[in-house]
């Protein structure tokens, strides 16, 4: 059974594929100093055509040029623009980031299913894999997942009662500290939980945050495949199949005590 939600809390869904950079090009400090002549440079400008030639030509620079570039860490966001978006176009909320030692495909809202993005990610990678950026070893891939719960979900409580009565994650404080709490409570701002799995782990951050001036709770799912791929696009997109299971699954069963007011839609 495929479950999917009318309503999710999804914000933003990342493939995400990062690599090492050549021995030559100092990859072993955080920073780049940045020249039209480096091969990072080169990958970008060999990136373009090829997404412009899928319909994502519209690029923006986020790093201004001159600038020293953070390893692994976006420096061009590619999309849709202008006469490639279209009221029917399904993945026109997608986009691709750039940057040294990083790719990444970006499925915003309005998103439907992981089905839908599938295509857009795929075709991604085949860019990526095409534009042949300067690397060591292979490629490293993950799926990240971020969700915001908005009052609608929480029905005002705290974050520590969401995550106990909802999540079902049970938190017990020692009496040592509970003794000396001025009114008994225990406040849990921010929890992280990794889970080893078979072909890599799932990491799990639950945190208070803020959306658009409104209070929302906070839960990424983040799933690392830990062998590299040397550009099979096939089997990455196969390991982020994988990724996305583990993340269905977990989300699916911690989330069930609000499953109705997130409209599940059963056996499609």
């Known amino acids: 059974m495929k479950e999917r939600f009318e309503s999710p809390p999804l914000v933003e869904l990342i493939a995400e594929i990062r690599w090492m950079v050549e021995a030559g090009a100092s990859s072993h400090v955080p920073f780049f100093h940045n020249s039209g002549t480096h091969p990072y440079e080169e990958f970008f400008t060999r990136l373009l055509p090829l997404l412009a030639d899928?319909?994502?030509?519209?690029?923006?620079?986020?790093?201004?040029v001159g600038f020293p570039l953070i390893h692994q860490h976006p420096v061009i966001r590619y999309q849709k623009g202008g006469a490639s978006v279209s009221g029917q176009d399904k993945s026109a909320s997608a986009l691709f980031q750039a940057g040294v030692g990083i790719f990444t495909v970006n499925a915003v809202q309005p998103y439907n299913s992981w089905d839908q993005f599938r295509p857009v990610v795929q075709m991604g990678l085949e860019a990526l894999v095409t534009a042949k950026p300067d690397r060591a070893g292979g490629f490293t891939v993950s799926l990240r997942y971020v969700d915001a719960?908005?009052?609608?979900?929480?029905?005002?409580?705290?974050?520590?009662?969401?995550?106990?009565e909802v999540l079902g994650i049970q938190i017990i404080v020692p009496e040592a500290l509970r003794s000396i709490s001025v009114d008994g409570s225990t406040v849990v701002p921010m929890l992280h939980l990794v889970t080893p799995l078979a072909f890599g782990f799932l990491q799990i951050q639950f945190a208070e945050g803020e959306l658009s001036g409104e209070r929302v709770y906070l839960m990424e799912n983040v799933v690392t495949v830990t062998e590299p791929?040397?550009?099979?696009?096939?089997?990455?997109?196969l390991a982020l199949d994988e990724a996305r299971a583990v993340v269905h699954k977990s989300f699916v069963g911690m989330t069930r005590p609000i499953h109705k007011k997130m409209k599940l839609s059963e056996g499609q």
């Open 229 to 237: 791929y040397d550009g099979n696009v096939e089997r990455m997109m």
């Open 54 to 64: 899928r319909g994502y030509g519209a690029s923006e620079r986020m790093v201004p």
């Open 149 to 164: 719960f908005k009052e609608e979900l929480t029905e005002g409580r705290t974050h520590r009662e969401f995550l106990e």
